[in-house]
């Protein structure tokens, strides 16, 4: 890695977690942040779980120069799933700190995604767990034991400040990314903080609360016929699979597993 970029990387997260506020708070689907002079005006902190979302819409006689559009905010990296757990959001800000540090924000627009409105959630979650997930924080928790244990929150899955917001956000950009794609409005979409295929309608699994990727194949299937989803995490997207294996719209999926 070249020593000034890992010199970036090691000047510390927080000089980036308060300037991402700058970008324009603009609906998502429709202006981009401006272009910034450096990439040092676009710092943010960047959280990427383990999967990503990536979307990719193939137009007949596309231009050679593909336009992208690229969503971040920089508060979904700023929850802590808690001590000894796998699931670190904030490891992968990082991985945006290298998109800013390389440059590669300049083929891109970015746009800061909506927060998914819980009606949207709901849009597959039924809509008791969407209302739990609103409603629980670490200080309640223990006055829903039952209702934990129905809806899979606990080890796995645990209760941590602004879950639902880390929800609304990561969700939101998956849907935002579906509607540019389905207006034509780009031909690639990519949100890094979305991928979170475990989550069923009700109930959390496997470090995911909202199955951001169903929704964002529903929000496609309004304008398209068939989604061909390829799922490339070392485990199985169960949540995704779940979703559609009883439906009579047509689709695709298909999973790719690497084994060593």
Not at 149 to 170: H, K, M, T
Not at 221 to 236: Q, T
Request: proline residues 6%; contains cysteine; glycine residues 6%.
């Amino acid at each position: 890695m070249p020593a000034q970029i890992l010199k970036r990387l090691q000047g510390g997260i927080s000089e980036f977690d308060n300037s991402h506020r700058t970008v324009r708070n603009a609906p998502a689907c429709l202006a981009p942040v401006s272009s910034p002079r450096s990439p040092y005006d676009l710092q943010g902190s960047l959280s990427i779980p383990l999967r990503r979302t990536f979307f990719k819409r193939r137009r007949p006689g596309m231009p050679s120069k593909e336009r992208i559009s690229y969503f971040y905010d920089g508060d979904v990296g700023n929850v802590y799933f808690g001590p000894n757990h796998p699931m670190k959001p904030h490891r992968l800000c990082m991985t945006h700190h290298l998109v800013l540090s390389y440059g590669l924000y300049k083929k891109m627009e970015i746009y800061r995604p909506h927060k998914a409105y819980p009606v949207e959630l709901a849009q597959f979650h039924s809509t008791d767990y969407v209302e739990f997930l609103h409603r629980i924080s670490p200080n309640t928790q223990n006055l829903f034991a039952d209702e934990l244990a129905r809806y899979n929150l606990g080890e796995d899955c645990p209760v941590f400040e602004n879950l639902f917001e880390f929800c609304q956000i990561y969700a939101g950009g998956t849907i935002d990314a579906a509607r540019r794609l389905n207006h034509q409005l780009c031909d690639i979409a990519i949100n890094w903080a979305g991928g979170l295929h475990h989550a069923k309608k009700s109930s959390a699994s496997g470090f995911c609360y909202i199955n951001d990727l169903v929704l964002g194949i529903l929000e496609l299937l309004k304008y398209h016929a068939r989604v061909l989803y390829i799922d490339i995490d070392v485990h199985h997207g169960d949540g995704v699979e779940e979703a559609f294996y009883f439906t009579d719209r047509q689709h695709v999926y298909l999973t790719c597993q690497f084994n060593s």
